[in-house]
């Protein structure tokens, strides 16, 4: 799942490993001159959950958490 945040793009999309679901996320800026977007932070995994939704959701409120916090 991609979606914008503040002034970030993330990408929540999970990995999805022999049934189970790999919650991660790389959160990007775009760059003010080029417009070309410029990766920021990759969370590696954040755990494994029983469905892809579970894990989209984990990785959305990693990748928010981390924005707000880092958002200047």
Not at 4 to 14: E, K, L, N, T
């Amino acid at each position: 799942m991609h979606f914008d945040y503040q002034q970030f793009h993330i990408d929540a999309s999970p990995l999805d490993e022999g049934g189970r679901y790999y919650a991660r996320a790389k959160i990007y800026r775009r760059a003010s001159a080029s417009g070309d977007a410029v990766e920021v932070k990759y969370s590696g995994d954040l755990g494994d959950y029983p469905s892809d939704v579970d894990a989209m959701e984990a990785a959305q409120r990693w990748a928010i958490q981390w924005c707000d916090e880092n958002s200047a």
